[in-house]
Structures are given as C-alpha cells and as structure tokens.
C-alpha cells in the first residue's frame, strides 16, 4: 500500500471520462487500497481514481462510518430534493463553494470481490457519491459552484 500523488486542477486526466473495470484483480484492488491510504493521509472524505492518475470507474469514501468501496458505480436514483452546502475538492486545495446536490441518491456498484450492491446515502454521503462519481466523468466540483466562499473568513 503506498500513497500515491494527487493530480490537481490543471491536470489534463481530470477533465476525461473513466472507463469501466472489467476484471476486478490483484492490481485493481492495490489501487484501491493505495487510493484509501492516499485519502486518509490528505484528511479527505472521499476519492476517485482519476485524482490519482488513473481513468477507471473506481471511487472510495469514508464519511466517517467506515470506508465504502464503489467499482463501476452506476446513480439509479436520486431525490428531487436539492440541498446546497459547501464543498471542496483534493485536487484543488484551498477552494471552497456552495454545489447545489440531491439529498438522496442510490448508487449500485461492486465491491472489491466483484458482488454488486447497492447503497443509498443522504446528507454527506449522498453529496460524497455524487462528487467522486462527477470525478469519473471529468466533472469537478468547480463546474458546480453557486458561490465561492472564504472558509478563513467564515464563522
């Protein structure tokens, strides 16, 4: 397991689309610990391969619940609820801003062994999965922003 570099903004692989895993192997599931160890050590919530140079529809989180591994993740639902809040992203340090998301999603996935399963989050979680699942196809949080915020100035 090792830590591994995270691209930044700028960098030309967060803008492509990942593709699916087709094999879950010994190499897939070092990149997911490799990509845990890696979120852990930058304090994040959450991560997905891309931010960490690789284009492969891989993501991992901890909410603080535990991590949740999501290979191929797929949205099957989401809530008409919107709710915004203030994010920020690894891969642009330093920036914060309100990003309107559903309150709830379901997502299915697989899991490191290849079982599918499904997950619904709301609050934090619903708004992590949606985020690194953007990271999948090129999206980042910056292209969601209502309003930048000053989280040195914030109360």
Do not use: W
Request: aromatic fraction near 4%; hydrophobic fraction near 40%; include cysteine.
């Amino acid at each position: 397991m090792a830590i591994r570099q995270i691209r930044k903004k700028g960098d030309e692989i967060l803008r492509k689309k990942s593709k699916p895993v087709k094999e879950i192997n010994d190499r897939i599931n070092e990149l997911i610990d490799d990509m845990l160890d890696t979120m852990y050590d930058a304090n994040g919530v959450g991560l997905a391969a891309p931010q960490v140079g690789v284009l492969k529809r891989i993501c991992v989180i901890d909410v603080g619940e535990g991590p949740i591994v999501l290979v191929n993740p797929e949205k099957i639902e989401e809530s008409a609820e919107q709710v915004v809040d203030i994010e920020g992203c690894l891969s642009i340090p330093g920036v914060y801003g309100e990003v309107k998301r559903p309150e709830r999603v379901v997502v299915k996935a697989l899991n490191r062994k290849g079982e599918s399963f499904t997950i619904e989050g709301t609050g934090l979680l619903a708004r992590a999965l949606c985020h690194e699942m953007d990271h999948l196809d090129g999206i980042l949080f910056e292209d969601k922003v209502i309003r930048y915020v000053d989280m040195d100035n914030e109360n």
